[in-house]
C-alpha cells in the first residue's frame, strides 16, 4: 500500500495545458497541502519544457512519477491509458477524469485498478454525482408508463458523444427502471417509441461547459432532472478532493460516491 503523503502531496497533472488541465493547475497551485511538481503534455506539444508549479511540463510521465506522490489526469484515452501503465508499475494514486473509453479499453482500466488506488469518474462534480441519486429514485419510482429521455449539452470541441455522465446516467436509469434499453439517438422510420427504451441525445454548440437533462414523461406530467455547469471549477473541486480521498487507499477502483461517502461521514463526525 502507498503511504500517505506527509507534509504537501506533490501532484503531475496529465493534459495540463487543456481546458480542464489549466483550471486545475491553478486550483492546486492554491492548496496549502498540495504542491503541482510537473504537468505532462502531448509529445511536441509547444508548451513542452515551459515551467509549471514548482517543475515544468514535460510529456514523459516516467521521468517524473518517482518525484510525485499522486497523478490527475484529464487528457485523452490513449494518454490516460499510457499514464495510467506507467503509474500502475509504481502503484501510484491516480485521479482520471479523461472520458471516451471504448469498452475494451475501460477493461483495461479496471485490470490496472488492481495496480493502484484509481479515482474514476466521468463527472467530478459535486451536483452531478447528486442527480445519479435522484435519477435512479424517479427512475425507480415512475418505472411504469413513464418514457425516459436524456439530453446532453456541451462545447463544440468536445471529442466523444454522449458524454460519459450521459452514459452513466442512462445506465443508472436503466438498471432503476427494470433494465431498459439504451437507444443512442433517433433517426428516420422510427415508429411508436417503446416503452422499454432509454433515448439518449447529444448536442453540440458553442461554448457550453455541460448540462444534462434526463426527461421522464406520461401522459399529463413530465418531470425533468437538470444539472448545469457553467465553468469548470466544480470538476476541478471534484478532482482535488478525490486526490486527498485517495492517497494511502488501498489499490482498487474508486467512484465519486466513494469521495463523497468520506466527506459526508466527516461532516457527520
Ligand atoms: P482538452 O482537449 O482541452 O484537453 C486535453 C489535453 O490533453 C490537451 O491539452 C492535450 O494536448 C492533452 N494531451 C493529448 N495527448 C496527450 C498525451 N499523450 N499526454 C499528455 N497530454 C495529452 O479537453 P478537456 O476539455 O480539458 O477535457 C479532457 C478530458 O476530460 C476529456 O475526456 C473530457 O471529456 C474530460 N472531462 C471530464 C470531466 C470530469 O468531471 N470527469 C470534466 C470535464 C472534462
Given at each position: 500500500m502507498v503511504q500517505?503523503?506527509?507534509?504537501?502531496?506533490?501532484?503531475?497533472?496529465?493534459?495540463?495545458?487543456?481546458?480542464?488541465?489549466?483550471?486545475?493547475?491553478?486550483?492546486?497551485?492554491?492548496?496549502a497541502d498540495m504542491r503541482l511538481v510537473a504537468g505532462i503534455e502531448a509529445f511536441g506539444h509547444p508548451a513542452v519544457g515551459r515551467p509549471l508549479g514548482t517543475g515544468f511540463i514535460g510529456s514523459e510521465l516516467g521521468k517524473v512519477i518517482d518525484g510525485c506522490d499522486a497523478v490527475v489526469d484529464?487528457?485523452?484515452?490513449?494518454?490516460?491509458?499510457?499514464?495510467?501503465r506507467i503509474a500502475a508499475n509504481q502503484g501510484r494514486p491516480y485521479v482520471l477524469g479523461t472520458t471516451g473509453f471504448t469498452a475494451v479499453e475501460l477493461e483495461?482500466?479496471?485490470?490496472?485498478?488492481r495496480l493502484?488506488?484509481?479515482?474514476?469518474?466521468p463527472n467530478f462534480s459535486v451536483g452531478v454525482n447528486v442527480l445519479y441519486r435522484l435519477v435512479a429514485e424517479a427512475a425507480s419510482v415512475l418505472r411504469d408508463g413513464y418514457d425516459i429521455e436524456i439530453v446532453e449539452v456541451h462545447h463544440r470541441k468536445k471529442k466523444?458523444?454522449?458524454?460519459?455522465?450521459?452514459?452513466?446516467?442512462?445506465?443508472?436509469?436503466?438498471?432503476?427502471?427494470?433494465?431498459?434499453?439504451?437507444?443512442?439517438?433517433?433517426h428516420g422510420q422510427?415508429?411508436?417509441?417503446?416503452g422499454d427504451e432509454i433515448g439518449v441525445h447529444s448536442v453540440r454548440t458553442g461554448d457550453v461547459t455541460g448540462e444534462h437533462?434526463?426527461?421522464?414523461?406520461?401522459?399529463?406530467?413530465?418531470?425533468?432532472?437538470?444539472?448545469?455547469?457553467?465553468?469548470?471549477?466544480?470538476?476541478?473541486?471534484?478532482?482535488?478532493?478525490?486526490?486527498?480521498?485517495?492517497s494511502g487507499k488501498p489499490s482498487g477502483m474508486y467512484d465519486m460516491n466513494d469521495v463523497l461517502a468520506r466527506h459526508a461521514d466527516r461532516s457527520g463526525s
Open positions: 500517505p503523503y506527509h507534509t504537501e502531496m506533490r501532484v503531475v497533472l496529465v493534459g495540463a495545458c487543456g481546458r480542464m488541465g489549466s483550471v486545475l493547475a491553478e486550483l492546486i497551485a492554491a492548496q484529464f487528457s485523452t484515452p490513449q494518454s490516460s491509458l499510457a499514464n495510467l483495461e482500466v479496471r485490470d490496472l485498478s493502484l488506488p484509481l479515482a474514476f469518474a466523444d458523444a454522449p458524454s460519459g455522465t450521459a452514459k452513466q446516467l442512462a445506465e443508472i436509469a436503466a438498471r432503476a427502471s427494470g433494465g431498459r434499453r439504451i437507444a443512442y439517438g433517433r422510427t415508429g411508436e417509441r417503446p437533462t434526463v426527461i421522464l414523461g406520461t401522459d399529463g406530467e413530465r418531470l425533468e432532472l437538470t444539472h448545469k455547469a457553467s465553468n469548470r471549477m466544480a470538476f476541478a473541486q471534484g478532482a482535488v478532493r478525490a486526490l486527498r480521498f485517495i
